[in-house]
């Protein structure tokens, strides 16, 4: 791990695009002295001072009773798939897609009502038991998959709350930039699952 001065010699030798791309894309992850270090780079090079903004919004995690309310909320939203005003959860799937000189699988996590989230599932499952079987790596991993979705229909609560927790901090800094009405709320789970389709 680098100490704080050998980053900030660092950050002084990169280009100004380069403490952009970091100030906007990569500062989730650091550690909060680097911060400090990225946001007096940002000033001592007269950089756009919303990237100071950019910075604070994507680090000021929810925590506590803000996270408990915050997921609440994305609980309670109108499901994106159905339109229906119903209980949101996370779902995870899995397929596996093969053909005889390769084969592709997919993690996807969406954020829907149980019987939107639970017929992802099973849409899921049917696809790896129709599509899975044709190649010698498809074959070995077909029934694994198969069984650990299946055996995920158990765990819906658990499951939900880790993919909840994880859409929390993924889009934190949306949040704290365009508040966590329900329009907002809406738009990224309509957006995460949307990336997570592709």
């Known amino acids: 791990m680098y100490s704080v001065e050998e980053v900030r010699e660092n950050y002084k030798r990169f280009p100004d695009a380069k403490i952009e791309k970091i100030a906007r894309n990569e ?3 650091l550690r909060k002295e680097i911060l400090t270090v990225l946001k007096d780079e940002i000033i001592r090079r007269q950089l756009n001072r919303s990237l100071i903004s950019w910075v604070d919004s994507e680090t000021q995690s929810f925590t506590g009773l803000e996270r408990q309310s915050l997921i609440r909320k994305i609980q309670n939203q109108r499901c994106v798939k159905c339109s229906e005003k119903r209980k949101l959860y996370g779902f995870e799937t ?4 093969s053909f005889l000189i390769g084969m592709s699988t997919s993690r996807n996590e969406q954020i829907l009502c149980k019987p939107c989230g639970k017929q992802e599932k099973l849409n899921a499952i049917v696809m790896t038991f129709f599509a899975g079987w044709w190649s010698a790596k498809g074959f070995l991993l077909t029934p ?13 609560e658990k499951i939900s709350d880790r993919i909840l927790n994880g859409f929390v901090d993924d889009v934190t800094g ?3 930039r365009y ?4 329009n907002v709320i809406y738009r990224l789970i ?3 699952n949307k990336s997570d389709d592709n």
């Open 190 to 192: 309509k957006w995460k």
């Open 144 to 156: 694994f998959t198969i069984f650990k979705d299946v055996i995920n229909f158990l765990f819906i």
């Open 174 to 176: 949306s949040f704290r």
């Open 27 to 29: 500062s989730k992850g």
């Open 94 to 97: 899995h397929t596996v897609k």
């Open 179 to 182: 508040g966590t009405d329900d």
